[in-house]
């Protein structure tokens, strides 16, 4: 089969837009050559992809399947373009990296530093995502290494450990809780939590807990942990974060970290690949530098013989 990269863009449009006169404007065609390319794309294929009704066209099963790969197809080709403008450039390399607030906070700029000293012409592209989205972009090839929470479900995605991390519950120092130094999370039901958007997430490991049908009572939402951590600090409510970022926070405000017993709390980090045989060699070498820096931590230290 051929595909034509007009008709895939065409297609995805589509599918957005769910309207063939919107897509032909959009893709700067004609409502008759749309139509024409949509038909000619379906005998391509051997499937009909579209369903057209009065209201506009939805994607028939085929399509469904079709649309997931005409994205990923874009999506390389963006990526390929913007590599081959940074060899133009000069560049050797460019490695994306997408990683949730707390890996990127608190683990990556000093790996991200000594990585870049040692190739000062290759390019990183890294950015903020919660976990689970960081497993759809590796999926789907939209970045070549991700690093998420541990409890994760990754699918096919090959996995290597990263740093171990914790979850906490934080709080003003004169808090109610602030005596304890381990807790259950439930405990920290009763109190007004200042949160990230994604904490509700944590609903679901309660919902495993038969007996406990309470949920988080969110005061606030903020958008890094660095908020959340001063609004803590001012009495607004408490939180729930890594144990690293809570410490970071901790050492600047009046803070109080509690450790949780609670089993889902183990929030160990991991690197991400679709393959880590098959990524670009600077992405390889990104990687074997992150994966030496825990084996070098985890190392027992040599006694010194007396």
Not at 121 to 129: C, F, G, K, P
Not at 274 to 301: G, N, Q, T, W
Request: glycine share 6%; hydrophobic share 45%; with cysteine.
């Amino acid at each position: 089969m051929h595909f034509d990269f007009i008709d895939l863009r065409l297609f995805v449009i589509l599918a957005n837009t769910k309207n063939l006169t919107r897509a032909a404007e959009r893709s700067n065609l004609s409502l008759s050559a749309a139509s024409a390319r949509m038909k000619n794309l379906e005998d391509n294929v051997g499937s009909k992809l579209i369903y057209r009704h009065n209201l506009g066209v939805t994607l028939t099963p085929q399509g469904e399947t079709f649309l997931h790969h005409a994205r990923q197809i874009l999506q390389q080709c963006e990526t390929l373009n913007g590599d081959m403008q940074e060899y133009s450039l000069g560049m050797k390399g460019h490695v994306r990296v997408f990683a949730n607030p707390n890996a990127s906070a608190a683990f990556l700029p000093d790996v991200l530093q000594r990585f870049l000293q040692k190739n000062p012409r290759v390019s990183i592209d890294l950015q903020e995502r919660v976990s689970q989205d960081i497993v759809d972009a590796v999926t789907n090839g939209v970045t070549d290494i991700g690093i998420v929470s541990g409890g994760l479900h990754t699918g096919d995605l090959e996995v290597l450990p990263y740093w171990p991390d914790h979850v906490v519950v934080v709080t003003p120092l004169h808090h109610p809780l602030a005596a304890r130094q381990v807790i259950a999370f439930e405990d920290a039901l009763n109190y007004d939590f200042v949160a990230l958007p994604g904490t509700r997430q944590i609903d679901a490991f309660l919902r495993q807990d038969p007996g406990c049908s309470r949920r988080i009572r969110i005061r606030v939402q903020a958008g890094s942990y660095e908020t959340i951590c001063n609004m803590i600090a001012s009495g607004i409510g408490i939180g729930v974060m890594p144990e690293s970022a809570a410490q970071r926070h901790a050492r600047n405000l009046s803070l109080k970290v509690i450790r949780l017993n609670n089993d889902w709390a183990a929030c160990d980090l991991r690197i991400c690949a679709r393959s880590f045989e098959l990524l670009p060699k600077v992405a390889r070498d990104l990687v074997d530098l992150m994966a030496a820096d825990v084996r070098c931590a985890s190392a027992p230290i040599p006694q010194l013989a007396s």
